[in-house]
């Protein structure tokens, strides 16, 4: 079984930085590509950005130049550094594994940028 933890989440003025963190379980963690989604009060979920098992990254036009992923297998570990963070970027941010045909998520970490 799979388990994904959030951390890093907090308050935070408007230009600041955060560094999230996804600590995963499980031998798959390292085999699938993780990515980051985030959901703000009345909105959908959001993709915010992948990685893959190889390293590849991918990011919302919303954050790109200011947001980086980043995975240590190591620790089993996947980072997002969120810098120049805006008060559009407040959202609760999930941390999101797929591997082959399955799906798993974390419980989630809130994020609030103040302006």
């Known amino acids: 079984q799979v388990q994904l933890v959030e951390s890093g989440g907090g308050l935070v003025q408007a230009g600041g930085s955060l560094r999230l963190s996804c600590l995963g379980s499980?031998?798959?963690?390292?085999?699938?590509?993780v990515g980051w989604y985030r959901q703000a009060p009345g909105k959908q979920r959001e993709l915010v950005a992948t990685i893959t098992s190889s390293g590849s990254t991918n990011y919302a036009d919303s954050v790109k130049g200011r947001f980086t992923i980043s995975r240590d297998n190591a620790k089993n570990t996947v980072y997002l550094q969120m810098d120049s963070l805006k008060p559009e970027d407040t959202a609760v941010y999930y941390c999101?594994?797929?591997?082959?045909?399955?799906?798993?998520w974390g419980q989630g970490t809130q994020v609030t940028v103040s302006s």
């Open positions: 499980g031998m798959i963690f390292r085999l699938g590509a």
């Open positions: 999101n594994l797929r591997y082959r045909w399955d799906g798993y």
